[in-house]
Nanobody, 115 residues
Framework: QVHLVESGGGLVQAGGSLRLSCAAS????????MAWYRQAPGKQRELVAR??????INYADTVKGRFTISRDNAKNTQLQMNSLKPEDTAVYYC??????????WGQGTQVTVSS
């Protein structure tokens, strides 16, 4: 059984910062890529940032220059979010994809940015 657990969400004022963390547990091989997605009420889930095992990194245009994704090993990732805006309010999900293309999701953590 594989579990991805996010932490670090919460309520913050516009302009503030939050750091999300995702830790994987269970009998899993290393993830080829790990990513953060978010879903706001009434909207589709969207990619925020992705990092691969060789540190190729992609960001959504809306977060470039404000968010930074990192990983400290093959199973954990972090998302540093600075200069937060009310439109960043969403449930943030951690995703990991293994080398054989199995995809795993966390339960999500709520991020709320007040204006």
């Amino acid at each position: 059984q594989v579990h991805l657990v996010e932490s670090g969400g919460g309520l913050v004022q516009a302009g503030g910062s939050l750091r999300l963390s995702c830790a994987a547990s269970g009998s899993i091989p290393a993830f080829y890529s790990m990513a953060w997605y978010r879903q706001a009420p009434g909207k589709q889930r969207e990619l925020v940032a992705r990092i691969s095992s060789i540190d190729n990194i992609n960001y959504a245009d809306t977060v470039k220059g404000r968010f930074t994704i990192s990983r400290d090993n093959a199973k954990n990732t972090q998302l540093q979010m600075n200069s937060l805006k009310p439109e960043d309010t969403a449930v943030y999900y951690c995703n990991g994809v293994t080398y054989n293309a199995n995809s795993y999701w966390g339960q999500g953590t709520q991020v709320t940015v007040s204006s």
